[in-house]
């Protein structure tokens, strides 16, 4: 028979202390693009390996919409000259705070058609490294108890009503944070007729967290943004 | 071949059907469009590997799905998208198309009810809807309404450069990319006859081994969840958190995504692959094994899953079941024993167990966890000199190629014309969803979490 709470406590804590203290990911993380200063045809190597046109030509720099960037990494191994890619995962970006929330808030996920992997990367803000319940993130099993709305993937045809009448189902104030590079923007489907298009194409985005899929801490950042507890990336959005 | 000298698909029916009735399983029906015909691949795993049959579509064709419940989707989807007619296919309702709420509901008996389970459900789950006829705690009946998570990837492909093209796979199961990519880059190299360098081979089978760790270990952690066991869950996420931490460090990415490329990978990942898994593979395996130890002497756990969802092996291999979920009833299929092995083929017995349930699935994954820190290591132990990436060109032709992933065999076809003409691709999770119905009878209400999760599918591979 196993006993589990030793076992627990045999492992001691794991927890990190993030967002109070600042966390890391390891040197080779490939989190966020930036553009180096370069000429236009050496930016084109990088720019055209772009599946999602996340990059565009432009002076001194390249253009990068980091909503679109699935972090492949194509862009700095051709054009190591003019896209530098960093292990930076504090990459929300705030629209609006739309609710002035308190200490604790509850979450409802809704998957509008994901690879799968942004599910498990919100899952695992859950596990013992990271215990979002500490910072009073819940999950709940409702519509009608959740605070903040997380929707994961490019909203397919068939998932825009069912995400509308979550949406709507929900309280006000309510929040709705788009979870990976897909939800942000369609990301490789952003052009694609087959699919509806990124989730501010259907509900009210506040909070966008890029990535494929965004990381554990990534989440936890987009989440302080969302509650006012942390700095969102890039400023201010249109 | 071209379409016009191609068989008509009636006659290629009717040869699938004696092979699987010679002992081969039917692993795949798909359509495809070659010049203005369109075609049906059928494609059966027999002893000697895949075979594939192509047959023209100039009429109705036989449906299989009678006489083998494996052809059922298959045939339903090409028929909702290629408009293939089968001729008596037991299956009139649309797979593909999800069709409005109202015209679901249809329990005659005021003791039945019907509840449209989904597609949102409870939890963090991905979309997926279940029309559930219940009279109480009892299953009547289950009929799975699916797609609603359906991207169009496989159009996805066409147009995308080859070296590109890898990423586009990884968009079909993120959870399970390294599969993906290598599963579509090995249909690929088979089309292209491209050799590929033994270091890039050794690194795609680690990655796809860490891949097998990491999903199985959610797989468990869920059922632990199920049976209320949250230490147990929580512990179990823990250490598959150790795997994701251990990739980003090793690939730049917690899901191994970006690394295999048609030809190889796409950058030396081994070296850092070897090295992180020097400091740390030792210390990652003692955990997982002490989690894997301390779940499986949980009795009121092993309770739970005893018994439940039970599958008859006679069913699994009507429905050409694959993956843990066919192991679990002592099904072979283990792709890495036959041509879908990455760098070597798998030494030794499969891991099989008898009984068809919960637990069966779950002592099937234990085994396979074990087996796939020894292949990692073997894997590492390998021939570490030379290049990662062979130059590939394009030339025209089609290949199919499997890979064993987390889920069990996944298959990808590719056709080049000129550049990428036509990507299919059939998922473990495609193979075994039908059979999550017939896993149901005699279970109550309340087992289905537990059933779902001892399946551990994928949604997002299943609609693509």
């Not at chain 1, 966390?23 to 772009?50: D, F, H, K, S, W």
């Not at chain 1, 007729?193 to 990534?218: F, H, N, Q």
């Amino acid at each position: 028979m196993s006993n589990w709470i030793l076992y627990g406590l045999r492992r001691g804590i794991l927890t990190t202390r993030y967002p109070q203290r600042s966390g890391t990911m390891p040197a080779g993380y490939r989190g966020a693009v930036t553009a180096l200063n370069a000429p236009l045809e050496e930016q084109r190597a990088g720019i055209t390996a772009c599946l999602s046109g996340a990059l565009q030509e432009g002076s001194p720099a390249a253009r990068v919409d980091a909503l679109r960037c699935y972090q492949c990494g194509e862009c700095a191994r051709r054009a190591p000259t003019a896209f530098a890619i960093s292990s930076a995962f504090e990459v929300a970006r705030l629209r609006r705070r739309a609710a002035p929330f308190g200490r604790s808030v509850h979450v409802r996920h809704v998957d509008a058609g994901s690879d799968g992997s942004e599910e498990q990367e919100l899952q695992a803000i859950f596990n013992p490294f990271y215990d979002a319940n500490r910072l009073g993130i819940f999950l709940t099993a409702t519509p009608r108890h959740a605070d903040v709305l997380i929707v994961t993937g490019v909203v397919t045809h068939p998932m825009v009503d069912p995400l509308r009448r979550a949406y709507d189902a929900m309280p006000h104030p309510k929040s709705v944070i788009a979870l990976g590079t897909s939800a942000c923007s369609g990301g490789i489907f952003a052009d694609s007729p087959d699919v509806v298009g990124p989730v501010d194409a259907i509900v009210p985005v506040d909070v966008y967290i890029p990535g494929t899929p965004p990381t554990p801490l990534s989440i936890l950042h987009g989440l302080a943004v969302a509650l006012g507890r942390a700095v969102p990336a890039g400023g201010a959005m249109p | 071949m071209s379409a016009a000298e191609m068989r008509g698909a009636r006659e290629v029916a009717q040869r699938v059907l004696s092979r699987v009735r010679d002992g081969a399983r039917l692993a795949w029906i798909f359509g495809d469009r070659v010049g203005d015909r369109t075609v049906l691949r059928y494609v059966v795993s027999g002893e000697g590997g895949l075979e594939e049959y192509p047959g023209s579509v100039l009429g109705p064709v036989p449906s299989l799905a009678a006489e083998l419940p494996a052809a059922l989707w298959h045939e339903c989807e090409a028929r909702d998208r290629f408009g293939v007619i089968f001729e008596d296919l037991p299956e009139s309702r649309p797979l593909v198309d999800v069709r409005p709420a109202e015209e679901l509901r249809r329990a005659d008996s005021p003791e039945v009810s019907t509840i449209l389970y989904g597609p949102i459900r409870s939890g963090i789950v991905e979309s997926a809807r279940w029309i559930v006829e219940t009279a109480g705690e009892d299953f009547i009946s289950v009929y799975p309404s699916m797609f609603f998570k359906r991207r169009e990837l496989e159009r996805r492909f066409t147009g995308v450069p080859l070296d590109l093209a890898a990423h586009v796979a990884e968009h079909a199961s993120g959870a399970t990319a390294s599969s993906h990519a290598a599963a579509f880059s090995k249909a690929a190299e088979a089309a292209l006859r491209l050799e590929v360098p033994e270091r890039a081979r050794a690194t795609r089978a680690v990655l796809v081994e860490f891949e097998r760790i990491h999903q199985h270990l959610d797989s468990l952690a869920k059922l632990a969840d199920d049976g209320s066991l949250s230490v147990g869950s929580s512990q179990t996420f823990a250490a598959k958190e150790r795997i994701h931490r251990l990739l980003a460090q090793a690939t730049g990415n917690r899901f191994a995504r970006g690394v295999i490329t048609v030809g190889g990978t796409r950058f030396d990942a081994m070296s850092h692959l070897a090295d992180v898994c020097d400091a740390q593979l030792d210390r990652l395996e003692a955990e997982v094994l002490a989690v894997l130890e301390a779940l499986f002497s949980t009795q009121s756990l092993l309770d739970r899953l005893i018994g439940t969802g039970k599958l008859a092996r006679e069913v699994v291999i009507a429905y050409g079941a694959v993956g843990p979920v066919a192991r679990g009833s002592g099904v072979s299929c283990d792709a890495r024993l036959r041509d879908g092995y990455l760098y070597t083929p798998m030494a030794g017995e499969e891991s099989l167990e008898s009984q068809g349930d919960a637990v069966s699935r779950a002592l099937v994954r234990r085994a396979e966890i074990v087996r796939s820190f020894r292949s990692i290591r073997n894997a590492l132990d390998g021939a570490f000199a030379g290049e990662f990436l062979a130059p590939a060109r394009i030339e025209d032709g089609f290949g199919i190629a499997r890979v064993e992933s987390p889920q069990g065999e996944l298959l990808y076809f590719v056709r080049f014309d000129g550049g990428i003409a036509r990507v299919a691709l059939r998922s473990a999770s495609y193979a075994n969803w039908p059979l999550f119905v017939p896993s149901l009878p005699g279970n109550i209400f309340t087992d289905f979490s537990f059933i779902e999760h001892s399946f551990g599918l994928s949604q997002a591979e299943v609609d693509r």
